[in-house]
């Protein structure tokens, strides 16, 4: 096996999983890391049964998971749903991975601007003067919280998958370049934006977009755009 592909990375599939299923029995990778939006008719690992006993599978959620009860139940409830890096650091394939799902929103936080709400306690306790139980909105799972986000820079990783991008693309947030430089992550690999491309950003961290249904390898090398096999 080629070094490189050891771990694949996919793309928002927003249902189309054939890309992603075609480079995993391509390559053969020890693991493969979903960047998020997957518009979800049935649990993830249905969608992905075929490479199942093949590969290690690891996600992000994106917005799109949070856009009805039943795209994300089939995520958040399925089989998978330990496989999640959300806000966490895991080892997978001999690298640390830490992931960051979610959007920036901007009835919660949407950077430069500061966060309206401190965390997510802070918010919903406003709620209760008229409503005793509330609780988060789909909407708001679906957000970045400003105190969730801080805590991970105390940690460490080799890796940042996000579906946010950093500043390096036009509609992207310099605060995920700052999160990767505190936790001393080398490369970023997100998706949300459909575009492939790679770039340095300070730290000389690498910065690696995914085009939905694309799939890379850990240099950013597409290896798999829509439906077509791009030899090495």
Known sequence: MNPNNRILFAGDPHGNFKPLVA?????????????????????????LREIADITEIWWIPGNHDFETPTKYKNLFHSALA??????????????????????????????????????????????????????????????????????LKALKADILVSHEAPGSHRHGFHVVGDLAAAMNVKTIFHGHLHENYSTVIKRHIHVHGVANTAVANLRGNTLMNGNELITE
């Open 82 to 151: 330990d496989k999640s890096l959300h806000l966490k650091v895991v080892e997978v394939a001999g690298f640390r991975i830490v992931g960051l799902g979610g959007i920036f929103l901007g009835r919660v936080w949407y950077p430069p601007m500061p966060p309206k709400w401190k965390d997510k306690a802070h918010y919903l306790n406003s709620q209760k003067i008229n409503n005793k139980s509330v609780e988060l909105s789909l909407k708001y799972k679906s957000a970045i919280w400003h105190d969730e986000f801080q805590a």
């Open 23 to 47: 480079a995993v029995q391509e390559y053969e990778p020890e693991a493969v890391v979903l960047l998020g939006d997957y518009d979800l008719d049935k649990p993830l690992e249905y969608c």
